[in-house]
């Protein structure tokens, strides 16, 4: 397709300019690749790399393969860790690891061990600095001011943060934030709460992307990038009508051939086995919407302890995956799944500029 979309705005955000205000969602855990990525910015788009549960080394590997690739703009993304809980992990964890020891055992597996998660956002971030993204981004919580003013210096790079709230936003935007990422309640996967609150089903607001974008574009001077159950043209158009720049997709990339997503989860989003999606603790700790399955089923209570409980259950994943069992692994989807279809990146891209060039 040709490199910009006609009549389509271009997005900027600082010194960043994509010509198709449409971007493919950093998708830790294998589906955003080097090779989704370059092929979402040949087609005029912005693709993140994730940096999340990755370590600085591989960091390293992935951006200078998608560098090798392409030489269109490219984000990344990384996670804060937030604080190292204190103490020893309680028995609420402990008895999760005791009942998920039968499933463990049918895939021949151990559950793995509880833990703490470093992120090692510095270190990732000195990596950075040898490449060129052209803009990074930051989830699950604040980085602060240090943080925010060391991007701009030693990358010369635009800042975006993922935010859930109004509150959230405001800080962001005191923290130096040159834009933020509205992430809705209709998100597949990991929602970018900055607080994962356990009396919350859902872990925190269940404000729609729509609602969330036409609230925060009143309150802030920074551009708003919306992110939640998007798999259309026409629901690109109206979020850029609401105020926004531009439009995160997650959910609709993720059976494009160039995607790393697993073969089970590929296919139980296109076979329609599965019925709806549901916000669930049971496979991280933290609040993720997945299609709703059998594991999601029997752990309705999990403990909300991430990334803990993401290293408990990432020895059964891997094995159910391997053996091409969908019912026991993490299918993280957005609640417009049901419009994912297979195939290059480069028609899912130009399917979405038609669409939003069309109009209403």
């Given at each position: 397709?040709?490199d910009?979309?006609?009549?389509?705005?271009?997005?900027?955000?600082?010194?960043?300019?994509?010509?198709?205000?449409?971007?493919?969602?950093?998708?830790?855990?294998?589906?955003?690749?080097?090779?989704?990525?370059?092929?979402?910015?040949a087609?005029?788009?912005?693709?993140?790399?994730?940096?999340?549960?990755?370590?600085?080394?591989?960091?390293?590997?992935?951006?200078?393969?998608?560098?090798?690739?392409?030489?269109?703009?490219?984000?990344?993304?990384?996670?804060?860790?937030?604080?190292?809980?204190?103490?020893?992990?309680?028995?609420?964890?402990?008895?999760?690891?005791?009942?998920?020891?039968?499933e463990?055992?049918?895939?021949?597996?151990?559950?793995?061990?509880?833990?703490?998660?470093?992120?090692h956002?510095?270190?990732?971030?000195?990596?950075?600095?040898?490449?060129?993204?052209?803009?990074?981004?930051f989830?699950?919580?604040?980085?602060?001011t240090?943080?925010?003013?060391?991007?701009?210096?030693?990358?010369?790079v635009?800042?975006?943060?993922?935010?859930?709230?109004?509150?959230?936003?405001?800080?962001?935007?005191?923290?130096?934030?040159d834009a933020?990422?509205?992430?809705?309640?209709?998100?597949?996967?990991?929602?970018?709460?900055?607080?994962?609150?356990?009396?919350?089903?859902?872990?925190?607001?269940?404000?729609?992307?729509?609602?969330?974008?036409?609230?925060?574009?009143?309150?802030?001077?920074?551009?708003v990038?919306?992110?939640g159950?998007?798999t259309?043209?026409?629901?690109?158009?109206?979020?850029?009508?609401?105020?926004?720049?531009?439009?995160?997709?997650?959910?609709?990339?993720?059976?494009?051939?160039?995607?790393g997503?697993?073969?089970?989860?590929?296919r139980?989003?296109?076979?329609?086995?599965?019925s709806?999606?549901?916000?669930?603790?049971?496979?991280?700790?933290?609040?993720?919407?997945?299609?709703?399955?059998?594991?999601?089923?029997?752990?309705?209570?999990?403990?909300?302890?991430?990334?803990h409980?993401?290293?408990?259950t990432?020895p059964i994943?891997?094995?159910?995956?391997?053996?091409?069992?969908?019912?026991?692994?993490?299918?993280?989807?957005?609640?417009?799944?049901?419009?994912?279809?297979?195939?290059?990146?480069?028609?899912?891209?130009?399917?979405?500029?038609?669409?939003?060039?069309?109009?209403?």
């Amino acid at each position: 397709m040709p490199d910009r979309g006609d009549g389509v705005e271009p997005m900027r955000i600082g010194s960043l300019q994509v010509p198709v205000p449409i971007l493919c969602a950093p998708m830790a855990g294998g589906p955003s690749t080097p090779a989704l990525v370059a092929a979402v910015g040949a087609a005029g788009g912005l693709g993140w790399l994730p940096a999340g549960y990755l370590t600085p080394e591989a960091l390293d590997d992935m951006v200078a393969e998608l560098e090798r690739r392409s030489d269109r703009p490219y984000g990344v993304n990384l996670f804060l860790s937030g604080p190292e809980p204190e103490g020893d992990v309680d028995d609420q964890v402990q008895a999760y690891i005791d009942g998920l020891r039968p499933e463990a055992q049918r895939y021949g597996v151990a559950p793995g061990e509880p833990r703490f998660t470093d992120e090692h956002v510095a270190e990732k971030l000195e990596i950075l600095a040898r490449h060129r993204p052209a803009i990074v981004s930051f989830t699950f919580g604040d980085p602060g001011t240090t943080v925010v003013s060391r991007v701009h210096r030693e990358l010369g790079v635009p800042v975006a943060v993922t935010v859930t709230s109004e509150a959230e936003a405001r800080t962001a935007v005191a923290s130096g934030a040159d834009a933020l990422v509205a992430q809705g309640i209709e998100a597949g996967g990991h929602r970018g709460l900055w607080f994962d609150d356990p009396a919350e089903p859902d872990g925190g607001p269940r404000t729609t992307t729509a609602e969330l974008v036409r609230k925060l574009v009143d309150v802030v001077d920074v551009p708003v990038i919306a992110a939640g159950g998007i798999t259309d043209g026409a629901a690109i158009g109206a979020l850029l009508a609401a105020g926004a720049v531009g439009a995160q997709l997650g959910t609709a990339f993720l059976c494009c051939d160039e995607a790393g997503t697993s073969e089970p989860h590929c296919r139980a989003l296109l076979d329609a086995r599965y019925s709806d999606t549901l916000v669930t603790r049971a496979f991280s700790g933290r609040s993720a919407r997945s299609l709703r399955n059998g594991f999601t089923e029997r752990h309705p209570e999990a403990p909300p302890h991430y990334p803990h409980i993401h290293h408990v259950t990432k020895p059964i994943r891997s094995a159910a995956t391997a053996a091409g069992e969908a019912d026991d692994i993490n299918l993280w989807a957005g609640t417009g799944w049901r419009s994912v279809t297979a195939g290059p990146a480069a028609d899912l891209m130009a399917r979405l500029t038609g669409e939003l060039n069309a109009g209403p």
